[in-house]
Nanobody
């Protein structure tokens, strides 16, 4: 599976940005897809995603109510709509994919087998 993330950029605090992740190489049937982010000097952390077995997305507490993730299995895309952005949302955002993940490992980066190249989101105050 090859993943490509795009849509990052510079936005002012309170603004919005939409990221997209396009997957290719094979069908995504059975895959969990997720967005992670990594700020400078910090560990990579989960933003949210979709399990194949569940039509409801999962989110990190820090983005609930501000970010919305959508998945289109026919187009093999995973989108991240980010609203009310804050400077602390500044990070490189990565999309990731995996199979066979258990619920408790959804937020563990090493549980994901495939990664996109990352796209930088900068939120100015």
């Amino acid at each position: 599976v090859q993943l490509q993330a795009f849509g990052g950029g510079l936005v002012q605090a309170g603004g919005s940005l939409r990221l997209s992740c396009a997957a290719s190489g094979r069908t995504l049937r059975g895959y969990t897809l997720a967005w992670f982010r990594q700020a400078t000097g910090k560990e990579r952390e989960l933003v949210g995603g979709f399990r194949w077995t569940n039509s409801n997305p999962f989110y990190a507490d820090s983005v609930k109510g501000r970010f919305t993730i959508s998945r289109d299995n026919t187009k093999s895309t995973l989108d991240l709509q980010m609203n009310s952005l804050q400077p602390e949302d500044t990070a490189v955002y990565y999309c990731a994919a995996t199979v066979g993940i258990i619920q408790s490992n959804l937020g563990v980066p090493s549980s994901y087998h495939y990664w996109g190249q990352g796209t930088l989101v900068t939120v100015s105050s």
